[in-house]
């Protein structure tokens, strides 16, 4: 039976397009209450007032850079200030860099870890007492099929990712017993903002899924009776990414690194 998200409160990161911004349309259409954050917080508003006026629901907005560990915490208080007890929490907003680290930017990639690692990690560990309490909800990181192997050209891309992918696992298992679902998300190429923002299209590997193919997926996982620890959006990515864990190291970096360079 699919999960039932009306009369609770679901928080988004990186709602303001992609795949966050269509997470936020599946569970506003399933009933859930949001809490949408990001840092463009026109496109925000915009998002929320139209979910308002078509599903009957209520969602808040939140503005905050969360590559800053400051705003962790005010994303909370924000939620406590309102009294609102969030359920369900979709830790999404993330990007990429590409290119050779030693010309890479140190404050960019700096930042593309305090986001993809630092918020998810944050906002994972300050909500899961809420989310375990709730047991009714779920917590969906999303990682990427860039987490199943070393990615040259993308190294910190793909170890934040390997970082979600290997976090969130551990956490849907130490709750396994609560109610709580858990999965990291790992998508391939979807098409959203993600590679206006790498700059590249090179980093693409594979066919384009849309992000409602993606969020599909997750809602799937979600409704099934056991929610797989990780989800792998496609059946092309599925295989990719079990050879990329399969793969020997030696033999999948110089394949990965072609693949990344074309
Ligand atoms: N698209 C793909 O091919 C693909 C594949 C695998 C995994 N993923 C993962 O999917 C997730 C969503 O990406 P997407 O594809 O939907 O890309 P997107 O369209 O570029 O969306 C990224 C979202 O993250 C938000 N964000 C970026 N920096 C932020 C910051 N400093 N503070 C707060 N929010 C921030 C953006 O909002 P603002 O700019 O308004 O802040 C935007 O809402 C990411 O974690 C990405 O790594 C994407």
């Given at each position: 039976?699919?999960?039932?998200?009306?009369?609770?409160?679901?928080?988004?990161?990186?709602?303001?397009?992609?795949?966050?911004?269509?997470?936020?349309?599946?569970?506003?259409?399933?009933?859930?209450?949001?809490?949408?954050?990001?840092?463009?917080?026109?496109?925000?508003?915009?998002?929320?007032?139209?979910?308002?006026?078509?599903?009957?629901?209520?969602?808040?907005?939140?503005?905050?850079?969360?590559?800053?560990?400051?705003?962790?915490?005010?994303?909370?208080a924000f939620t406590e200030a309102e009294g609102v007890r969030v359920s369900t929490l979709v830790n999404n907003a993330g990007f990429a860099t590409h290119g050779v680290l030693a010309e890479?930017?140190?404050?960019?990639?700096?930042?593309?870890?305090?986001?993809?690692?630092?918020?998810?990690?944050?906002?994972?560990?300050?909500?899961?007492?809420?989310?375990?309490?709730?047991?009714?909800?779920?917590?969906?990181?999303?990682?990427?099929?860039?987490?199943?192997?070393?990615?040259?050209?993308?190294?910190?891309?793909?170890?934040?990712?390997?970082?979600?992918?290997?976090?969130?696992?551990a956490v849907a298992w130490e709750t396994r017993d609560t109610g709580l679902r858990v999965t990291a998300l790992c998508p391939g190429a979807t098409r959203t903002e993600f590679f206006d923002?790498?700059?590249?299209?090179?980093?693409?590997?594979?066919?384009?899924?849309?992000?409602?193919?993606?969020?599909?997926?997750?809602?799937?996982?979600?409704?099934?009776?056991?929610?797989?620890?990780?989800?792998?959006?496609?059946?092309?990515?599925?295989?990719?990414?079990?050879?990329?864990?399969?793969?020997?190291?030696?033999?999948?970096?110089?394949?990965?690194?072609?693949?990344?360079?074309?």
């Amino acid at each position: 039976m699919a999960l039932q998200f009306a009369a609770t409160t679901a928080l988004v990161t990186g709602a303001s397009s992609g795949l966050g911004a269509e997470f936020a349309r599946a569970l506003a259409a399933r009933g859930a209450d949001l809490v949408l954050v990001a840092r463009r917080v026109d496109r925000l508003e915009a998002l929320a007032r139209d979910l308002e006026a078509r599903h009957g629901i209520t969602a808040r907005i939140v503005g905050a850079d969360l590559a800053d560990p400051a705003s962790w915490a005010r994303v909370r208080a924000f939620t406590e200030a309102e009294g609102v007890r969030v359920s369900t929490l979709v830790n999404n907003a993330g990007f990429a860099t590409h290119g050779v680290l030693a010309e890479a930017d140190p404050d960019r990639t700096d930042e593309e870890v305090r986001l993809n690692v630092g918020a998810l990690t944050a906002l994972t560990r300050l909500y899961l007492p809420d989310l375990v309490s709730e047991g009714s909800g779920a917590l969906v990181n999303v990682a990427s099929t860039a987490g199943f192997q070393p990615v040259p050209l993308m190294a910190v891309y793909g170890a934040t990712k390997a970082y979600v992918r290997s976090f969130t696992a551990a956490v849907a298992w130490e709750t396994r017993d609560t109610g709580l679902r858990v999965t990291a998300l790992c998508p391939g190429a979807t098409r959203t903002e993600f590679f206006d923002v790498v700059g590249s299209d090179d980093a693409k590997v594979g066919r384009y899924q849309s992000p409602e193919q993606v969020v599909r997926t997750a809602l799937r996982a979600l409704d099934g009776r056991r929610t797989p620890p990780v989800v792998v959006s496609g059946a092309a990515n599925r295989v990719g990414a079990a050879l990329g864990r399969l793969a020997p190291t030696r033999l999948g970096l110089p394949l990965t690194a072609a693949l990344m360079r074309r």
